[in-house]
């Protein structure tokens, strides 16, 4: 009897021990098995003219390089071997938010006022836009963004206000902040952005109003730059400035 009270003393200890390991899971956590994280307001950086430590990578750097000097522009800029040759195309969204090709890589074909190119898929998401004058909705994602501008100028959020984003400037966005850059004026502006963390856009998860819905704190975060779009730009919230975009 005490030889088997030993024996499931044992056991028990080994299946203790095994649970405080955690689950026996080798699996990753894909994105929308993940909960909702819950938004800062806005980028506590600015637009700055140097580029942020934490976007500094060599790829970037050559394609900002040989834009610079002239070597490439919106039309000739070439993707690396990771996007799809099929992908190769300027894409727009429809009113419904669906993906087309924008004819002639021209925004005016654009139903939306802007189009983007994929550049690099791996081992760093890189695109380009360029972009009429238009709307665009506030978001968030869990991976740091940055930017860096090709052409023209518009307003961005940053540090819980709207702060000018200029030709020659870099712009930082953590992951889970706030970040919204309407195009003002019919000058449009273009900007070069990537992941510098990050690869393979399949697997990110963009977060607008609708994706917080309820869940109170979240919901905030996007009323308040409701907010500060309203105090700063004189807009209303995405969707409800038709008339100021058409001008």
Known sequence: MMKLKMLFGLAALTSTAVMAQGPQC????????????????????VPQNTMPEQCRN????????????????????????SIAADQRFCKTLDDHGNVLEAKNCDPKNSPVGYIWKELSDSP???????????????????QPEC????????????????????????????????????ILNKEGLGVFYWYPNNAHFDG???????DVK???????????????????????PYGTNEAFFKK
């Open 214 to 236: 309820n869940l109170r704190v979240a919901e905030e975060a996007f009323d308040r730059v409701d907010a500060i779009r309203k105090r700063d730009l004189n807009l209303g």
């Open 147 to 182: 930017y860096y501008v090709v052409n023209g100028t518009s307003k961005t959020l940053a540090n819980n206000k709207f702060e000018t984003l200029a030709k020659g400037q870099y712009f930082y966005i953590p992951g889970a902040h706030i970040h919204n850059t309407p």
């Open 26 to 45: 080798n699996h990753a956590q894909l994105p929308y098995q993940q909960m909702t994280p819950v938004p800062y307001d806005s980028t506590p950086y």
């Open 58 to 81: 060599p790829e970037i750097e050559a394609y900002i390089a040989d834009w610079e000097a002239g070597k490439i522009d919106f039309n000739t800029i070439k993707p690396n071997d």
């Open 124 to 142: 760093m998401v890189i695109g380009i836009t360029n972009g009429l004058k238009s709307d665009h909705e506030p978001h968030f994602h869990g």
């Open 204 to 210: 990110f998860k963009y977060y607008w109003r609708k």
